[in-house]
């Protein structure tokens, strides 16, 4: 049965995963997850990657099912947070840093963090990575194991479930977890077994777990608790039941229970256990569970909410209480004692819920029995008695009623102030008058009335309505004194001092205001300086006015105020200019105290400082501040360097401060490191090179070893900040070797040469590597090479990227390229002007116009004289060398040595088959670490060592004519054909100069080769039939032809037969000139 729900368990496992990294859809997801929450198997057993077991004891063993439940809780939500991040990554659009999860995110610490297992379970997902702030993906890994993430997903998916079921008490198979975790146990199960006594919901809530029987029996409700018992044993072992498992197994319920061994068995074990001959004769009482008694007794009766009594399924209404079956049990909480242990409670005052042993509120310190307090206002507002009808003049008369203008409280006359806010209350305004449609009333003659005297006007409301008119008065004034810039206080001062005449405040501002604060300011230098006569009088210093005057000029004790300071002096006196004077010098007096107490003892000085600044005081500091900051001034702003630092300074403090403020180093630590190194005697580092090394270490002998690195060119020492490097290896050099080399390779050189002088990386044939390595080179010549030779960097860089394109032409007269976007066969430089044609690139000439190249050199053999002279050498010197990676052509033969070099591109090929030359092969099984090339059996490489006649066989047997007779016109006995030489490592184009040999064509032994092979190339014509036994052996194990040779094999069937097996395998060389 076990191996049963294993299998189903894999098999929905795996739909249930493929759905969720596939295209599945959300439902079938679902179902997939409830079918493996659903299968009757262990935790254990069940999930596979994550420890659920172990999460569920570490995360919900707790003392009672309250706290079990709520750390189930808190469980299946961190559950819900590690579903959502292994769904995001088994998504088809993660999210933009799916790679790392910080654990400062507050959800993360919350959920994930705060529970047992958390990360090891974003460690499944493959977050491995332990960085300062969170977990990461490793830097190797580009993509996530999806298929192991979305197992372990579904497994977090599933236990999530499981435990939302449980927690809401629908699991279909709650054992499994009420095994591991006792405390689920405590609800409905309290020691007796399933088959003994079925206690109501409600005593089992209020009584204590230890209950017994015999106090169960004596409760008011025993009579309606009907007990079931299997058999004696059942009954004496109520005590000792806990669970509904097999207590061998613990996975299956229970179906019998043995008497003679106490064993509560399911149906495998039972039969497995009894089997042996020891146990047959065991008795054994069949067992039913008590989830299907629970089923059967929950169709055949019904349970009463309010009295709990359990009734047939027949009755409408209860037998106890006779309520009806669907009644509500409102009612319920006053018949029933609420439970025994009481864990919290609920603040009548302020809603707060408090812990069951607290006595006072937490929040509002009320006692846990209080009533909510009435809500009473903060202030009581008095309300005046009021009779019951309205009477006139009374507080119930509406015409006694008036609204405060400023607080909008309704008072009641007689009262004239305000009993909110204290302020008079207002004029009396019309009421409005209510209009009542005339009444039918007889008319009367009228009377005649005396007119009475008019009422005697209230000193009071005319007082009012004389300070109501001013203050309308004075907003407007200072409404309008704002739009023409001037203050409310000018304003309101301007007004007492001009009077009520028919000027207005702003006008006498403007004409009068100025010569008033001149006024106050000779008033105030007048009085400071009668006050300083009348003190030499009483001193007895002198009596002449004179003399006291010119001593207060000559001590610069005469005071001379701005308009400003006589301005604020006037308005805080409000308009007295006498006070306002002393104001003034009593302000200035404070002022140059203060400016005293900062360091400016010069009080001439002070007094002018703060004549200039209209007295404010940091105006006035600013204009003391300035002459001082002149020198620091002159420094900052001048072109000079800043002066050095004297490290052999005494005061070493001064010196560690100076590095401190100029450089900015981290510590004062660094600062005494710094000035110690630079104080050794035995290295002569500068001042920012120690400078840029200590801010990066601490480390003594570390910053040593940066400031004296060898340069492997100059051999001298420098700091690494005066080496430079390149990314394609680890050499360093110094700056000026790295100018010099590149300034060098720019202009006496190719492109190509612009590598490491130290170890000549990288490969710069690899065309991978080399527009990598030119985009970084790029920016390290910008800054160290000299703009004209940067232009030519970069000109020759345009050139080696234009040489790619196939429309890329070389002039054959000048060596100058450029791109022809022309179909026609006639190409003009526009470097010399001259023609030469696309295709063959060869001179222009007129007879070339409508004739296709090879019928032009065909026409050229016959009629051109100069062409005959020449002979061979003439066609080996057109049908030369042409480079296959920039097309540029040399008019050389190929010379002995088959490794060229182009001087444009310095592509390095064979001349005979254009294959290139190479240290890393990519030929497989090849074991050649040097620079080679791999070469074709039609090569000039391998047929150059053939004798004249050979070749001439070969084509001979191919029909193909060849030349023996000297041209006429030629000089005998010298070879004549231009090749590339190397002389004192430079590389020239001379003649030959060889011997010739009769029968050659005029031509030395080995041009003539060249010429004859020229010859087999261009017809395609296959060596390999000539080839010798040992020849042809080598030529199968150069080319991994197999040559295993057959037992009874002659000679003659084994070489025919590879030499079939080699020419059917291993084509002639495709890069190969073919049309000579």
């Known amino acids: 049965m076990a191996s049963t729900l294993s299998d189903q368990l894999e098999e929905v496992r795996c739909h249930a995963e493929a759905c969720l990294y596939s295209t599945g859809s959300v439902l079938e997801v679902r179902a997939g997850i409830s079918a493996m929450a659903n299968i009757p198997l262990p935790p254990s057993v069940k999930y596979r990657y994550i420890a659920a077991e172990t999460m569920i004891i570490e995360n919900g063993v707790n003392n009672n099912r309250k706290e079990t439940i709520g750390s189930l809780q808190r469980l299946s939500t961190a559950l819900n947070i590690l579903e959502k991040y292994g769904c995001n990554l088994t998504s088809s659009s993660r999210p933009k840093y799916w790679r790392a999860v910080k654990h400062n995110n507050p959800v993360f610490r919350a959920t994930v963090d705060a529970i047992q297992g958390g990360r090891a379970v974003l460690r499944l997902y493959g977050y491995s990575n332990q960085q300062p702030d969170g977990l990461s993906f490793p830097d190797e890994v580009v993509e996530p194991d999806i298929e192991k993430v979305a197992a372990v997903t579904l497994e977090v998916m599933s236990l999530r479930m499981e435990l939302d079921m449980l927690i809401k008490e629908a699991h279909p198979h709650p054992e499994f977890f009420e095994r591991i975790i006792p405390s689920l146990n405590q609800k409905e199960d309290f020691g007796p077994i399933s088959d003994a006594v079925a206690i109501p919901s409600s005593l089992r809530e209020s009584q204590p777990l230890y209950m017994s029987l015999a106090s169960l029996s004596q409760s008011p409700t025993s009579a309606f608790l009907p007990v079931r018992t299997a058999n004696a044993s059942t009954s004496t072992s109520i005590s000792t039941r806990h669970t509904d498992n097999c207590t061998i197994c613990a996975i299956f319920p229970v179906a019998a229970h043995c008497n003679s061994c106490v064993q509560w068995l399911c149906t495998e074990c039972d039969r497995l256990y009894h089997s042996s001959a020891e146990r047959a004769n065991h008795h054994r009482t069949v067992v039913t569970s008590s989830k299907m008694r629970k089923n059967h007794s929950s169709l055949l009766s019904w349970h009463c909410t309010h009295c709990t009594r359990v009734n047939s399924n027949q009755d409408i209404l209860c037998e106890t209480c006779e309520r009806p079956r669907l009644a509500s049990s409102g009612s319920a909480k006053d018949e029933f004692p609420q439970p025994f242990t009481i864990t919290e409670w609920q603040c009548k005052s302020c809603t707060v819920v408090n812990a069951g042993s607290s006595i006072l509120c937490a929040v509002c310190e009320r006692p846990r029995l209080a009533t909510k307090p009435p809500a009473t206002p903060t202030r009581p507002t008095p309300t005046p008695n009021r009779p019951a009808a309205p009477v006139l003049g009374m507080p119930g008369d509406p015409d006694s009623q008036w609204m405060c203008q400023f607080c909008t409280y309704i008072n009641y006359t007689p009262a004239s102030v305000c009993e909110m806010c204290d302020l008079p209350r207002p004029e009396p305004t019309k009421m409005r008058v209510k209009l009542h449609p005339p009444s039918q009333v007889k008319k009367v003659p009228v009377l005649s009335v005396k007119p009475k005297d008019p009422p005697m006007e209230d000193p009071d409301l005319t007082r009012q309505k004389l300070m109501k008119e001013e203050g309308l008065k004075l907003i407007q004034l200072i409404r309008d004194g704002e ?147 002149e020198p620091f001034h002159q420094r900052m702003w001048s072109d000079q360097p800043e002066p050095p630092i004297d490290i052999n ?162 002039c054959s007269h000048c060596s100058y390229g450029f791109i022809y976007d022309g179909d026609q066969l006639k190409v003009t430089c526009f470097q010399c002007r001259n023609s030469f044609c696309a295709q063959c690139k060869k001179p222009w000439e007129s007879q070339h116009g409508g004739l296709s190249c090879e019928r032009y050199q065909s026409w050229k053999r016959e009629n051109d004289p100069e062409y005959q002279r020449q002979g061979l050498a003439g066609y080996l010197r057109d049908n030369g060398i042409t480079c296959p990676n920039c097309r540029f052509q040399y008019a050389l033969s190929k010379g002995g040595c088959m490794h060229f070099s182009c001087s444009q591109c310095r592509y390095q090929f064979c001349s005979g088959c254009n294959n290139p030359f190479h240290t890393t092969c990519a030929v497989i099984h090849c074991s050649v670490t040097g620079l080679h090339a791999h070469h074709p059996r039609d090569c000039l490489f391998y047929l150059r060592d053939w004798e004249p006649g050979r070749l001439q066989a070969l084509l001979q047997n191919k029909g193909v ?116």
Request: charge should be negative; include cysteine; proline fraction near 5%.
């Open 483 to 629: 739009k023409k810039g001037v203050s409310p206080e000018e304003v309101y001062t301007g007004m007492r001092v001009s009077g009520v005449g028919n000027i207005l405040p702003c006008d006498w501002l403007k004409a009068e205001l100025p010569h008033l604060l001149d006024q106050i300011c000779a008033t105030a230098t007048s009085s400071r300086l009668a006050d300083l006569k009348a003190g030499q009088n009483q001193n007895g210093t002198g009596t002449s006015e004179d003399t006291g005057v010119e001593e207060e000029q000559t001590r610069g004790g005469g005071v001379t105020l701005s308009r400003a300071e006589a301005k604020l002096a006037w308005l805080s006196a409000g308009g007295d200019t006498e006070r306002a004077a002393k104001q003034a010098l009593r302000d200035r007096h404070s002022k140059v105290k203060e400016l005293c107490s900062l360091g400016f003892t010069d009080e001439v000085q002070c007094q002018e400082v703060l004549r200039q600044s209209e007295g404010e005081v940091r105006g006035a500091l600013s204009l003391l501040q300035r002459p001082l900051m």
């Open 649 to 810: 300074h005494p005061d070493k403090q001064r010196v560690c401060r100076r590095l401190l403020a100029v450089y900015d180093l981290p510590s004062w630590g660094r600062c005494e490191l710094a000035l110690s190194l630079l104080q050794e005697r035995t290295a002569s580092y500068s001042l920012d090179d120690v400078v840029q090394a200590v801010r990066e270490s601490h480390d003594r002998d570390f910053i040593r070893r940066v400031l004296a690195k060898e340069c492997p060119i100059c051999l001298s020492d420098f700091p690494h900040s005066k080496m430079q490097s390149l990314t394609s290896c680890q050499c360093s050099v110094c700056c000026g070797c790295f100018q010099q080399h590149f300034t060098i390779a720019v202009r006496d050189k190719h492109i190509r040469d612009m590598v490491c002088p130290v170890c000549w990386e990288p490969d710069i044939n690899d065309p991978e590597h080399l527009n990598s390595y030119f985009s970084t080179l790029d920016i390290q010549l910008r800054e160290c090479l000299e703009p004209e030779v940067y232009d030519l960097f970069h000109k020759k860089l345009t050139e080696q990227a234009l040489i790619k394109d196939p429309k890329f032409l070389w």
């Open 961 to 1076: 004519e060849f030349n023996t007779d000297t041209p006429p016109g030629t000089q005998a006995g010298l070879c004549g054909v231009i090749e590339q030489k190397d002389e004192s490592g430079q590389q020239t184009d001379s003649a030959c100069g060889a011997q010739t040999q009769p029968g050659h064509a005029g031509l030395c032994e080995k041009h003539y080769r060249e010429y004859l092979v020229s010859l087999i190339n261009s017809h395609s014509i296959d060596p390999a039939p000539l080839f010798n036994a040992n020849e042809l052996v080598l030529a199968c194990r150069r080319y991994q032809v197999d040559d295993a040779r057959g037992e009874l094999e002659d000679d003659v069937t084994y070489y025919t037969r590879i030499l079939e097996k080699l020419i059917d395998e291993v084509p002639l060389g495709d890069k190969v000139p073919r049309k000579k």
